[in-house]
């Protein structure tokens, strides 16, 4: 596990502490998690019609590909909530995917480049965080440790459909520079938001700060 996260390039790490914080309310959590699920098939959904300019090899079936996987995730987290007395909310907000969403830009190839690194980036911290949840659950909520465990390398492997797909339609100077400030956009982002029971929540006060890789 400890590999597979190295291989994330996040510019900051959530501090195991975090995770038993956002384990004190599981049903909220849960909820939210499931709606970070509906909301990335309807993404993987909305990015399949919106190939570049040169259809793209491929595309259709990533992104279909994406969007069944994460519906199937959904099923799972809506059948845990439910089991543990839980039921799905009617509504629901989250701070972070909106905020990383504001720095899109707009138009063109630029905008596609972009909403694909954001849906990279919401990949690759959900690995990240269910990595830290399963480790913070794994003496408690033994069964949410092994569901958050068994996530991990679904959401890892969105996470380089998307980046492997911004290198399809940008030169890899471009990519790489536009990634770089994305990535410090996001730990900006997370830093900012407030704490509790959710998958992206931030760092309660009084607890480590998340490190800086």
């Known amino acids: ?3 597979k996260l190295d291989s994330l390039p996040l510019r900051s790490r959530t501090p195991l502490a975090w995770g038993h914080s956002a384990l004190a309310d599981p049903i909220a959590l849960l909820n939210d998690h499931a709606f970070l699920e509906m909301k ?3 993404n993987a959904m909305d990015l399949m019609t919106r190939w570049p300019n040169v259809w ?3 595309w259709v079936e990533a992104m279909t590909s994406v969007a069944r996987d994460e519906a199937a995730h959904l099923a799972q987290v809506t059948r845990v909530l439910i089991k543990r007395g839980g039921r799905l909310v009617r509504s629901h907000k989250a701070a972070y995917p909106r905020d990383l969403r504001a720095h899109v830009r707009n138009g063109g190839s630029d905008e596609l480049l972009d909403r694909l690194f954001v849906s ?3 990949e690759a911290r959900s690995c990240e965080r269910f990595a830290v949840l399963a480790e913070a659950a794994a003496e408690t909520e033994p069964e ?3 569901f958050y465990l068994a996530l991990f390398s679904s959401e890892l492997g969105h996470f380089k459909i998307f980046l492997k797909l911004a290198h399809k339609i940008a ?3 471009t990519v790489e520079a536009r990634w770089s400030t994305w990535l410090d956009t996001e730990a900006a982002v997370l830093a900012a938001q ?3 029971s959710l998958i992206h929540s931030g760092i309660p006060s009084g607890l480590p700060s998340a490190l800086v890789s």
């Open 120 to 122: 990279a980036l919401i």
């Open 1 to 3: 596990m400890n590999e």
């Open 171 to 173: 030169n890899k100077e």
């Open 144 to 146: 949410l440790a092994k």
């Open 40 to 42: 990335a098939a309807h």
């Open 194 to 196: 407030k704490p509790g």
């Open 56 to 58: 793209l090899p491929g």
